[in-house]
């Protein structure tokens, strides 16, 4: 099996930093594309921030100059550094990758994580 399993979230008050995880286990093969959305309550899960399949970054406008996305050489771990948080920050995080492991008939299949609470407050 592969799971995903992020990290990291909590309370930090507007113009704080959190660094968010997110572990790729199980019986993988190899990595591929992946990145970071979140869910705001009442609205729909957005793109924060992704890997494409080739290694570049995107991110979308709302984050640009305050997240920053990274991970492991062997793309086990990824992370996202947030930086100067807003309250309009708050919502649950989910990290998403490609995998390819030896369940796929050697296609990357898309996993989710399970998601971290970030909530921004004074």
């Known amino acids: 099996q592969v799971q995903l399993v992020e990290s990291g979230g909590g309370l930090v008050q507007p113009g704080g930093s959190l660094r968010l995880s997110c572990v790729a286990s199980g019986s993988i093969i190899s990595v591929h594309a992946g990145g970071w959305y979140r869910q705001a309550p009442g609205k729909q899960r957005e793109s924060v921030a992704a890997f494409t399949r080739s290694g570049s970054t995107n991110y979308a406008d709302f984050v640009k100059g305050r997240f920053t996305i990274s991970r492991d050489n062997d793309k086990r771990i990824m992370y996202l550094q947030m930086n100067n948080l807003k309250p309009e920050d708050t919502a649950v995080y989910y990290c998403?990758?490609?995998?390819?492991?030896?369940?796929?008939?050697?296609?990357?299949?898309?996993?989710w994580g399970k998601g971290t609470l970030v909530t921004v407050s004074s």
């Open positions: 998403d990758a490609d995998i390819v492991s030896p369940y796929g008939l050697g296609s990357p299949v898309e996993y």
